[in-house]
């Protein structure tokens, strides 16, 4: 069985090789039908920081193809998949647990730390979809204030850290603001931090970054773990798929806190991930658009005398405190999704990069 997993994935990349990246258009997913699956709704979907352009060529052809095995469970592929990053992140096959999503990987992280009642530490804004399990488990939020650059407060949340404090979040580069961590201050942060409380580094946006990962880190820190995703820059995030990475004994307390360890992904989601981290190709084209894409909307902000944040991210942060239009009026108008208000003081939003054509329609539908 596994020989004949090993064909069909071989199979698929000789299959699909020949296809050619140069012009990603033809392969993107537009968010026309994302509401109705109807290729008649033309609203562009600007608020979930998906990657316009994927799935891959070889992540669908490899979806397709699984369902010829999905009559079996993901035990053998999922191996393999383990294996496959445990090379790409230089660690062992025991340093990394998957999940439906990182999601999931901040679910367990809060659960972990919920068993002994106490705090946990969150810049704001930042990501914070799971906070409120947080604070039913029991734990008592402590945010802190972003600096005025819209950075994390490395120093001030390490002198928030309390003595019941369980855990500290780290969304690097963070969203809602795109804005990056400098990586020694951040190093230098985690190595006093992890003296008292577990530190959870979320990396989904990091490979739209030259920076390096903080995965290796985590093998001999105990209090550090390393939450990753395929939902951004592999286009995968309607398949939940991500994964920690965290030292051996981190890593059996979370799978504790699961019924089946490695259990919740499909084989489809699988294999699409297996293909993926073959297509560098495709990778590094999405990171080239996405780069082109947010360059010009940045420039196009920026003439219309709109503050951006500078972005390290498929997103962009910006003030609308210079504008004199009903922003979200006009974005409805021109059938744009977009997010909300993160900061009412100063208006801050934030848009979702998608193709340059979208961008463009964008930049139209505000001016």
Excluded at 142 to 161: C, E, F, G, S, W
């Amino acid at each position: 069985m596994e020989s004949n997993r090993r064909l069909w994935l071989k199979q698929i990349g000789l299959g699909v090789a020949g296809i050619g990246l140069a012009n990603l258009q033809p392969f993107a997913l537009p968010t026309q039908g994302f509401a109705k699956f109807s290729p008649n709704d033309l609203t562009i979907k600007l608020s979930s920081n998906e990657n316009p352009y994927g799935p891959s060529p070889l992540a669908r052809a490899a979806m397709i193809e699984s369902i010829n095995i999905s009559n079996r469970y993901n035990w053998q592929l999922t191996t393999e998949l383990v294996q496959t990053l445990s090379k790409k992140n230089n660690v062992n096959t025991n340093n990394i647990l998957m999940g439906a999503g990182s999601t999931e990987m901040l679910d367990l992280v809060t659960r972990l730390s919920a068993l002994k009642k106490g705090s946990f530490i969150i810049a704001d804004p930042s990501y914070n979809y799971w906070t409120d399990t947080a604070e039913k488990l029991g734990l008592t939020k402590i945010t802190v204030p972003l600096t005025a650059d819209k950075k994390l407060n490395l120093d001030a949340m390490l002198k928030a850290i309390k003595a019941d404090t369980k855990l500290i979040y780290i969304c690097n580069p963070n969203n809602p603001t795109g804005s990056i961590c400098d990586r020694d201050q951040l190093v230098k942060f985690i190595k006093e931090a992890t003296k008292k409380t577990i530190v959870l580094v979320d990396e989904a946006y990091i490979d739209f970054t030259e920076q390096q990962s903080l995965s290796a880190l985590a093998i001999e820190n105990k209090n550090l773990i390393v939450a990753k995703t395929f939902s951004k820059i592999y286009g995968l995030a309607g398949a939940r798929i991500g994964y920690a990475i965290a030292n051996v004994k981190t890593i059996e307390q979370l799978s504790e806190l699961k019924s089946w360890s490695n259990g919740s992904i499909s084989i489809a989601s699988t294999a699409a991930a297996l293909a993926s981290l073959k297509d560098e190709k495709f990778t590094s084209e999405t990171y080239s658009l996405n780069q082109k894409a947010r360059q010009f909307t940045t420039d196009q902000l920026k003439k219309l005398n709109l503050v951006c944040i500078p972005s390290n991210t498929n997103f962009l942060y910006f003030s609308l405190a210079n504008y004199k239009k009903d922003y979200f009026e006009q974005l409805k108008t021109n059938n744009i999704i977009g997010t909300k208000i993160y900061e009412e003081q100063g208006k801050w939003t934030r848009i979702t990069v998608g193709t340059m054509q979208e961008m463009q329609k964008f930049i139209s539908a505000i001016v």
